[in-house]
């Protein structure tokens, strides 16, 4: 089965420009995720889409982000506008939503603001 | 809530040493808890998961974790490093939040292999 896919792989852009991050998850997975890592911190929770609704999004860090995830399909999510402390590797996972079921990652997009 | 602590961001061992990265984690439920690694530019793969039942859990690459109740622990073993595992490793803790799969990271730890 393909995998989790995501691009672009590397994005640099400037403060203030809009960046938008898609994720392709693995096909049947009703639940994806976004995590974003900031320089060798935590992998922290962004939010959870269950098919096309957003289940949780308790961890965007404010408006200037938006996720999407129309059909239950591929997701976005768009920075806008960008500023440098947006900087990091943004993963999308999915999985099939049980409990044990581990999160299949793709191999993350790295957002540079300068 | 559900927390996990990795001790150590980043450790050294010889080539053929004993590997052991630590994992704490705190669930008000019972956990299911997850190793992954992460190779440079690649995304996050699962190294080994327990769920329920033996509490001592082999994974890929010789890697295996024993997870301990009254510890809390989770901590990740192989006997002898390779060259080939330097990559940095992600314990993870699964629980149910609003009813869904919720899965919380800790902070990672950076395995370097000296050859």
């Known amino acids: 089965e393909a995998g989790v896919t995501q691009f672009p792989s590397h994005s640099v852009i400037e403060k203030g420009q809009t960046v938008t991050l898609r994720c392709d998850p693995i096909?049947?997975?009703?639940?994806l995720y976004w995590y974003r890592r900031v320089m060798g911190k935590e992998i922290k929770f962004l939010l959870h889409?269950?098919?096309?609704?957003?289940?949780?999004e308790s961890g965007m860090p404010n408006n200037r982000f938006l996720a999407e995830r129309t059909g239950g399909t591929y997701s976005t999510l768009k920075v806008q506008p960008a500023e440098l402390e947006d900087s990091g590797v943004y993963f999308c996972?999915?999985?099939?939503?049980?409990?044990?079921?581990?999160?299949?990652f793709g191999n993350g997009t790295r957002l540079t603001v300068t | 809530a559900q927390s996990v602590t990795q001790l150590g961001s980043h450790v050294s061992v010889s080539e053929g040493a004993l590997v052991l990265l630590r994992c704490n984690y705190s669930?008000?439920?019972?956990?299911?808890l997850f190793w992954y690694v992460q190779y440079p530019n690649q995304g996050l793969q699962l190294l080994l998961k327990?769920?329920?039942?033996?509490?001592l859990v082999k994974g890929i690459n010789g890697f295996e974790a024993e997870f301990k109740k009254s510890e809390t622990s989770f901590h990740l073993t192989k006997p002898s490093a390779h060259m080939s595992d330097a990559a940095e490793y992600f314990c993870?803790?699964?629980?149910?939040?609003?009813?869904?799969?919720?899965?919380?990271f800790g902070t990672g730890t950076k395995l370097q292999v000296i050859p």
């Open positions: 996972a999915s999985s099939p939503g049980l409990i044990n079921s581990p999160l299949h």
């Open positions: 096909s049947g997975h009703d639940n």
């Open positions: 889409f269950v098919k096309e609704s957003k289940q949780d």
């Open positions: 669930s008000s439920v019972p956990p299911y």
């Open positions: 327990y769920t329920t039942g033996a509490t």
């Open positions: 993870a803790v699964s629980a149910l939040s609003g009813g869904y799969q919720k899965v919380t």
